[in-house]
């Protein structure tokens, strides 16, 4: 049996990354959920996957150049996909994700660190804001191999998010550490052993049940999904969630 991890929330029904995903996947009983984070202008960690506004919210600028003001003014409810159904949807704080899931007892709140923001800002900028927003229901995760290192010195629990399956890779996860290491499912070459380690393991997308399922198969522990809503209609999926 593996954990289910809703992906930006419940992402398949609601705008990712929003407080309306987060709290749906809460209320099916999910307990373990993810969300990506940039930092806007003033430096305020805001949920958001692309360094721009485009694809979520139809407006080009880059978070990077919007104080949390401003980014409040932009309704992110991916009218490409969705259409105008959940206009409007704000760009939430991270500070609000985290509040949201501490609701909830037993909850645990993925926290992706994108690069782009490490780029722009710089390491410590950026992880000195996250780590203000967190608390210990928290987990930071990143491909950025620094932003692990940082956080762990924070004291605070970790998952580095493999950019390869390489040697190489593994090396990098062995020297990090961390508690939790994900992958992309698509990366991982049919019959290949999970690699040992003190983390547990994670894989991200399963697009349906029968993916999910093949994925606890080959020994992940969490099984991470944009399609929350879908997946807990087949039994055997929805039984990961009870006690």
């Known amino acids: 049996m593996a954990e289910l991890v809703a992906h930006r929330g419940s992402a398949a029904q609601y705008p990712e990354n929003t407080l309306v995903a987060l709290a749906a996947a809460l209320a099916a009983g999910v307990r373990w959920l993810e969300c990506d984070v940039q930092l806007s202008a003033d430096h305020v960690p805001v949920l958001l996957h692309d360094a721009d506004l485009k694809r979520t ?3 080009p600028r880059d978070v990077f150049d919007l104080d949390v003001s401003s980014l409040a003014t932009i309704s992110v409810h991916e009218p490409l996909r969705l259409g105008r159904a959940y206009e409007p949807t704000r760009v939430p704080r991270l500070a609000e994700a985290v509040e949201l899931v501490g609701e909830h007892a037993g909850a645990t709140l993925f926290v992706e660190v994108k690069h782009e ?3 722009r800002f710089g ?4 992880m000195n804001a996250v780590r203000a927003a967190l608390t210990q229901d928290c987990v930071v995760i990143s491909f950025h191999d620094g932003a692990i290192a940082r956080a762990r010195e924070f004291g605070l629990r ?4 493999a950019p390869e399956w390489s ?3 593994r090396e990098i996860a062995t020297s990090l550490a961390p508690d939790f290491l994900f992958t992309n499912i698509k990366r991982v070459p049919d019959g290949a052993a999970l690699w040992p380690g003190p ?3 994670a894989a991200y997308d399963a697009r349906d049940a029968e993916e999910a ?7 992940f522990e969490f099984v991470e999904t944009k399609a929350v809503g879908e997946l807990l209609l087949d039994p055997r999926i929805a039984a990961w969630l009870r006690p």
């Not at 970790?158 to 998010?161: F, I």
């Not at 399922?213 to 020994?219: E, F, P």
């Open 213 to 219: 399922l093949s994925m606890a198969a080959r020994g």
């Open 123 to 126: 390491l410590e900028a950026v």
């Open 57 to 59: 919210g139809g407006d």
């Open 199 to 201: 983390w547990r393991w």
């Open 158 to 161: 970790t998952g580095w998010v």
């Open 167 to 169: 040697e190489r890779a």
């Open 117 to 119: 923001s490490i780029e």
